[in-house]
């Protein structure tokens, strides 16, 4: 049996290593990096079998067991799936089964997208900033502060549009506590380029900065599925369920049981 897997996110590697132990031929898709978003991550203590640890350093983990096993990895991205058959800019493959673990996209603001310097994702951040706003009120906005604050950007905002937070308590209360400054119910109205840096405009006033990092949600990442098929798994974040790790790793683990015992 050949298995194709689009991602080589948690979700991903965790379906290769698992497919490989039972002398399964695998083959893993992956148009960037592997470890997916997670090597964004400040901290991962959500996972009660591993220690607490960074977003590189699980990928670092995610790595090692995936070169350990036997899946090949393409470096590639896959365009389109039609029934068991995956598409890239340079070629096509075909398979008995396909995983698409390909995890979410961010919501995008592209008017505020002036330059370089206004990412979605903190690894894209640029290098040497001193002062850094992030829009959102998420996980992923304070996990990223916390991380600022940890390379050592010196001025660290977060900028909410309503006064509902959505993180983890824990979060919140050690990003403020490291000095991060939150603006409630203070939404960013317009960015604009000032020769490399950013001046963000609010209801309350302007701002100077010299990174943006927009966390403002996500939605599953999917290339264009055609003639979908009961040999086809949509898995993980990709498919809509709640962005926790252990869920997409479970998730995962449950349709991989499923193509050993021929379901």
């Known amino acids: 049996m050949r298995v194709g897997i689009v991602g080589a996110g948690p979700a991903g590697v ?3 290593v698992f497919l490989s132990r039972y002398e399964i031929d695998v083959t893993i898709f992956e148009r960037e990096e592997i470890g997916g978003l997670i090597a964004n991550a400040w901290r991962i203590e959500n996972l009660p079998i591993l220690p607490v640890c960074s977003g590189e350093e699980l990928v670092a983990v995610l790595r090692k067991r995936l070169e350990a096993s036997e899946a090949k990895v393409i470096y590639e991205e896959v ?3 039609e029934d068991k058959v995956l598409k890239t800019k340079l070629n096509s493959y075909s398979f008995d089964k396909l995983i698409v673990a390909t995890g979410t996209k961010p919501k995008r603001i592209e008017d505020f997208e002036v330059n370089q310097n206004v990412v979605y994702e903190f690894k894209r951040l640029p290098r040497g900033i001193g002062r850094l706003a992030i829009y959102g009120a998420g996980d992923v906005a304070f996990d990223g502060a916390l991380k600022a604050k940890g390379i050592g950007i010196e001025e660290v905002h977060i900028f909410n549009r309503t006064d509902r937070i959505r993180a983890v308590p824990k979060l919140v209360k050690l990003a403020l506590s490291s000095g991060v400054k939150y603006h409630p119910s203070e939404p960013i109205c317009r960015v604009e380029d000032r ?8 209801d309350v006033g302007r ?12 939605v599953p990442n999917l290339p264009a599925l055609i003639g979908q098929t009961k040999d086809l798994y949509v898995v993980g974040d990709a498919s809509g369920n709640f962005r926790q790790l252990a869920i997409a790793m479970g998730h995962v683990t449950e349709v991989c049981m499923k193509i050993v015992h021929g379901e």
């Open 14 to 16: 965790t379906a290769a």
């Open 79 to 81: 365009l389109s799936v």
């Open 207 to 218: 701002y100077q900065f010299e990174g943006l990092l927009l966390c403002v949600g996500r």
């Open 195 to 202: 020769h490399g840096d950013l001046e963000l405009h609010t």
